[in-house]
């Protein structure tokens, strides 16, 4: 019984094995036929096109192409550390451009939540109209629930330029004790055991999640692709507009859109930190935060930074 439990679990192991490399190596091959035949998947004129984008953006062959693509990268820049440092900078750099950038929908909720009280307690109007020439006029409980999606965009799309400022919650009874390079493998252990992980899971339940609220009939992730592709002979657009209240906010959709988005960030941003936490690694203690792009209050205002 134990011989044979052991060798169908080293059975099980190898064909593992074989199935992961199998796929690396069609992963060049996919590449290359999406790449050639945009016409199958981009042109959404046709409804076969549609659910070939859908049912690949979640994906085996989809996951093994980014998969294969970050191991390419990740073999170039171990030889290259000049390089790997580049693709550090310009990783950080994007989480750092969008996060401050949409870090602005804070204040302008804010402001239109300012706006909202003075027009329904001072003015007393059922609506609002913002723009010029042609002023948008909707429901004040529209732009009441629409504060929704500012907050929305500061946690999903601000999510990685919080982490690259150092600006997450964490809890370090261990790790502040441990030595730089300790620290380091740990670094290098999260991004690939809890981040990636993660952020991949979050992209496969948020794919499906926002073209069941896109596209009748509803795709499903056990779909394969000739399923979908008979689906596809009834397929309309069935954009989700339903709000919580007659005249609120309709545009739910947005909010799966940017889960995927934030799905999508945090897989890079993985990347990016395996990237950092492995250069420090190997050039020690005075590489930490090198080239690290960090948002100061200052001269003379050192003592405050952290603080807040």
């Known amino acids: 019984m134990q011989d044979d439990n052991g060798i169908s679990f080293f059975g099980a192991l190898w064909n593992g094995l074989i199935w992961l490399f199998q796929n690396i190596a069609e992963a060049f091959y996919n590449f290359g036929y999406a790449v050639t035949h945009p016409q199958l998947w981009l ?11 859908v049912y690949y953006g979640g994906s085996v062959e989809f996951f093994f192409v980014v998969f294969t693509f970050v191991l390419v990268l990740t073999a170039i820049g171990m030889y290259f550390r000049s390089f790997m440092w580049l693709m550090v900078r310009g990783l950080e750099g994007f989480a750092n451009t969008v996060g401050r950038f949409f870090a602005w929908a804070g204040l302008l909720m804010v402001l239109q939540q300012i706006i909202i009280v003075f027009m329904q307690r001072v003015f007393a109007r059922p609506d609002l109209s913002f723009g010029f020439g042609i002023p948008v006029t909707l429901d004040v409980s529209w732009w009441s629930e629409e504060l929704k999606l500012y907050n929305a965009m500061v946690v999903c799309l601000c999510a990685t330029y919080t982490f690259v400022q150092g600006g997450h919650v964490r ?136 603080t807040h």
């Open 43 to 53: 042109d959404w004129s046709d409804k076969a096109s549609i659910m070939r984008f």
């Open 171 to 306: 809890v370090d009874l261990i790790y502040s004790g441990l030595s730089h390079r300790g620290k380091r493998v740990v670094d290098m252990a999260g991004s690939l055991l809890f981040m990636m992980p993660m952020a991949v899971v979050t992209w496969l339940y948020g794919w499906y999640f926002l073209w069941r609220h896109l596209i009748v009939p509803n795709p499903s992730a056990s779909d394969q692709l000739d399923r979908l592709l008979m689906k596809s002979r009834a397929l309309r657009w069935n954009v989700e507009t339903i709000g919580f209240s007659p005249n609120g906010f309709n545009g739910y959709f947005l909010f799966k859109i940017l889960l995927i988005t934030f799905a999508a960030m945090v897989f890079i941003h993985a990347v990016a930190f395996f990237y950092r936490s492995w250069l420090e690694f190997v050039e020690g203690e005075g590489s930490a935060g090198k080239y690290l792009d960090k948002d100061t209050l200052g001269e003379g205002e050192e003592a405050y930074e952290g």
